[in-house]
């Protein structure tokens, strides 16, 4: 993979998130007050939904349970400790809480990927939980404890949700639109009955609530998962959690345009922070090499995903020829050479 084209997938990437620095301002402006669960599960099942009515494909085998593990850590506990922490902290210091995210992933991608941690990723992670506390802390801003520990939770979900997804990649002819449904669908169907039995349903809803729900649902979970997933397929697990933090960028910028908020010089040198923190991260992660002969089950880094064009084209070449009984390998090896014919010895008589 070159460097140009690392940096247009990590671009595209960090739409997903930036996307998701919109929540906080969403939550509190447009929802419904003190309805975490409530607003998990309409973001996620109906967006799971959609994308399995456009699919019509299902798990098979192991990938149910794999789908499962995905759906919860990805999708159903993370939205519902985001929501909890949007709820109870103020401005973008759910945020900053989350910022514990890339040093999960860098323990876990050391567990279960065999990625070697380097001196690079720990300063990198400094610089950008540094970066989002000048971006977002302000002197009225009020820590409680419940909001901290859901930012935990869910830091520690996502981070998770990210490795496993790196280690397992995805089924074979599976597309990415029906993956993102099953793990959408899933977090979804968690929370329906926890919402139901733990959680009493808004008197009414306005206008501007059912805006809100489509929103986070079209737009933040269906759209911005797509781009996500698709962008961990193809880069390091460190390298992709580095671009969660355009989500408090999004939400300080947010806040400074529709909420009144200022931007010191303080919040302008932990916007630079930050972009530095996830420049280091993507310059310290090298993509690994093709790796064509790797069998198509998962992998440590997800090498199938990031080698689909040559998959896709041996594949394709296997079947153009085995509709006419021909092994792929005839096409290229060497014609062989029929052996020669023993001479019969001389017999009698003969000159």
């Known amino acids: ?49 959609i994308l399995l009515l456009l699919t019509r494909v299902l798990p098979r085998g192991i990938w149910w349970v794999r789908a499962t593990v995905l759906g919860v850590l990805n999708i159903g506990a993370f939205f519902y400790f985001l929501f909890l922490a949007a709820y109870h902290l103020p401005g973008g210091v759910a945020a900053l809480v989350m910022t514990v995210q890339p040093m999960i992933v860098l323990l876990l991608g050391a567990l279960l990927l065999g990625a070697r941690i380097r001196l690079l990723h720990i300063g990198a992670c400094a610089l950008a939980a540094a970066g989002v506390a000048l971006l977002v802390l302000q002197p009225q801003a009020g820590l409680d404890g419940v909001g901290v520990l859901a930012g935990l939770l869910g830091a520690a979900c996502m981070a998770s949700g990210i490795v496993l997804t790196k280690r397992w990649g995805r089924p074979e002819g599976v597309s990415l639109l029906a993956f993102t449904g099953w793990q959408l669908t899933v977090g979804g169907l968690v929370l329906l009955p926890v919402t139901l039995l733990g959680e009493p349903l808004p008197e009414r809803l306005t206008w501007t609530n059912v805006g809100g729900f489509a929103y986070l649902g079209i737009i933040g979970a269906l759209l911005a998962y797509i781009v996500w997933f698709n962008g961990i397929a193809r880069l390091p697990a460190l390298a992709a959690s580095f671009l969660s933090f355009a989500s408090p960028l999004c939400a300080t910028v947010l806040g400074y345009l529709f909420m009144g908020q200022t931007l010191g010089p303080l919040q302008l040198l932990g916007a630079a922070g930050v972009i530095g923190a996830v420049v280091l991260a993507q310059r310290g992660e090298g993509v690994p090499p093709a790796t064509p002969d790797t069998p198509s089950a998962s992998g440590a880094e997800g090498s199938r995903h990031g080698d689909d064009e040559e998959h896709e084209h041996e594949h394709g070449r296997h079947d153009a020829v085995s509709g006419l009984g021909v092994h792929p390998s005839s096409l290229t090896a060497p014609p062989a050479v029929p052996a020669p014919r023993p001479v019969p010895p001389p017999g009698p008589g003969s000159a």
């Not at 997903?16 to 998990?40: I, K, M, N, Q």
């Open 1 to 49: 993979m070159t460097d140009r084209r690392l940096v247009r997938i990590s671009l595209l990437t960090a739409l997903a998130p930036a996307v998701w620095g919109s929540t906080y301002l969403v939550t509190t402006e447009f929802l419904p007050p003190d309805r975490p669960l409530l607003a998990s599960t309409l973001r996620a099942l109906p967006a799971g939904l």
